[in-house]
T-cell receptor
Framework: NAGVTQTPKFQVLKTGQSMTLQCAQD?????MSWYRQDPGMGLRLIHY???????DQGEVPNGYNVSRSTTEDFPLRLLSAAPSQTSVYFC??????????????FGPGTRLTVL | DQQVKQNSPSLSVQEGRISILNCDYT??????FLWYKKYPAEGPTFLIS?????DKNEDGRFTVFLNKSAKHLSLHIVPSQPGDSAVYFC???????????FGAGTRLTVKP
């Protein structure tokens, strides 16, 4: 199993550009989520999905869109990038769709810089 | 508002000694707590967890203690090893609620 994979590893954008961060898992996990990590802030939940076709907002959803058309993939879209979105982004997945106490597996992260 | 706080950004201990990492929370609705470990350029990995119905959970060299009245938990690593050097995140959530809150992390350095 490859686990949770994220692409790209690094990305530099200009303000106003759009892009999609890719996340895929091959563990047949129902629950997937996106976090951002900023210095001094820990990880903050952006959006999550409890199964294909179902998504919901986390703590910091503004400026981001998600969709879940398959169990395996959970892309994160930035519609119009802003410098405040400079961060490291982590995707995570877990087996359970109802109880997020189930162990979450994290991808290696995408480091995004918005100029 | 930061509902989960790790007030020590860094901790340095000697190999073989005990490492104690601390975490405080403000939301009394939290009833499940986790510790994650993170190496540079990698994602966090799950280490150990504890439910609010317990006050202690052990897994090998790692023990987590929960003091609900003080809204405080701690992670003990005994004995500490150089490979334990990493950033440790405390996290908390409510059962059946997907909004997991993380602390800012503590960087542990274990010196040989």
């Amino acid at each position: 199993n490859a686990g949770v994979t994220q692409t790209p590893k690094f990305q530099v954008l200009k303000t106003g550009q759009s892009m999609t961060l890719q996340c895929a898992q091959d563990m047949n996990h129902e629950y997937m989520s996106w976090y951002r990590q900023d210095p001094g802030m820990g990880l903050r939940l952006i959006h999550y999905s409890v199964g294909a076709g179902i998504t919901d907002q986390g703590e910091v959803p503004n400026g981001y869109n998600v969709s879940r058309s398959t169990t395996e993939d959970f892309p994160l879209r930035l519609l119009s990038a802003a410098p405040s979105q400079t961060s490291v982004y982590f995707c995570a997945s877990s087996y359970s769709r109802r109880d997020s106490t189930d162990t979450q597996y994290f991808g290696p992260g995408t480091r995004l810089t918005v100029l | 508002d930061q509902q989960v706080k790790q007030n020590s950004p860094s901790l340095s201990v000697q190999e073989g000694r005990i490492s104690i990492l601390n975490c405080d929370y403000t939301n009394s609705m939290f009833d499940y707590f986790l510790w994650y470990k993170k190496y540079p350029a990698e994602g966090p990995t799950f280490l150990i967890s504890i439910s609010s119905i317990k006050d202690k959970n052990e897994d090998g060299r790692f023990t987590v203690f929960l003091n609900k009245s003080a809204k405080h938990l701690s992670l003990h690593i005994v004995p500490s090893q150089p490979g334990d050097s990493a950033v440790y995140f405390c996290a908390a959530l409510k059962y059946n609620n997907n909004d997991m809150r993380f602390g800012a992390g503590t960087r542990l350095t274990v010196k040989p």
